[in-house]
T-cell receptor, first 108, second 113 residues
Framework: DAKTTQPNSMESNEEEPVHLPCNHS???????IHWYRQLPSQGPEYVIH???SNVNNRMASLAIAEDRKSSTLILHRATLRDAAVYYC?????????FGKGTLLTVNP | NAGVTQTPKFQVLKTGQSMTLQCAQD?????MSWYRQDPGMGLRLIHY???????DQGEVPNGYNVSRSTTEDFPLRLLSAAPSQTSVYFC????????????FGSGTRLTVV
């Protein structure tokens, strides 16, 4: 299975943009890039996914490198409620394989 | 409200006891999965199903059984509980294919003493 590499932790200030990086150098042509987040004491929550083109939704934006070997999840204005562990996952057709993710701390 | 419902939310078992964790979804999702999450760790896949009557093993299947007799339900059975199975268990479901995100339940916190 293709693997992803993310920083263990990142910090941001409230109302500032946050760029969460993810490296996936062994990605295959059919792997979709998915992002989930897990708030404290909750189950993971789907954030966004993409294949080749950049994607936007109400929660975030996903920027995918042209060679697809890396991607960046963008939170445009971080709030205290965005403090969570963020997982970058290359979705196999049937299942998700979670790494340890990035712990995002948002400072007031 | 549509979603994934897990019961119970908390459970304490004695070593050697068996029990079933329930998972139900009302979104007509084909795919369902069970994960466990140990403290400070990411989620690890136990078993998954791509449709009624079809199940397969994930990364850590030992000590667990599953069945999928209906699209809606995907129970996880612990055959003989061990302290190493103390964990938080999450059930998830998704439409077929890679274009959909998974919806997760709120989890079952299991302690085996």
């Amino acid at each position: 299975d293709a693997k992803t590499t993310q920083p263990n932790s990142m910090e941001s200030n409230e109302e500032e943009p946050v760029h969460l990086p993810c490296n996936h150098s062994t990605i295959s042509g059919t792997d979709y890039i998915h992002w989930y987040r897990q708030l404290p004491s909750q189950g993971p929550e789907y954030v966004i996914h993409g294949l080749t083109s950049n994607v936007n939704n109400r929660m975030a934006s996903l920027a995918i490198a042209e060679d697809r070997k890396s991607s960046t999840l963008i939170l445009h204005r971080a709030t205290l409620r965005d403090a969570a562990v963020y997982y970058c996952i290359l979705r196999d057709v049937k299942e998700l394989t979670f790494g340890k993710g990035t712990l995002l701390t948002v400072n007031p | 409200n549509a979603g994934v419902t897990q019961t119970p939310k908390f459970q304490v078992l004695k070593t050697g006891q068996s029990m079933t964790l329930q998972c139900a979804q009302d979104m007509n999702h084909e795919y369902m999965s069970w994960y466990r999450q140990d403290p400070g760790m990411g989620l690890r896949l136990i078993h998954y199903s791509v449709g009624a009557g079809i199940t397969d093993q994930g990364e850590v299947p030992n000590g667990y059984n599953v069945s999928r007799s209906t699209t809606e339900d995907f129970p996880l059975r612990l055959l003989s509980a061990a302290p190493s199975q103390t964990s938080v268990y999450f059930c998830a479901s998704s439409y077929r294919g890679q274009l959909s995100g998974y919806t997760f339940g709120s989890g079952t916190r299991l302690t085996v003493v």
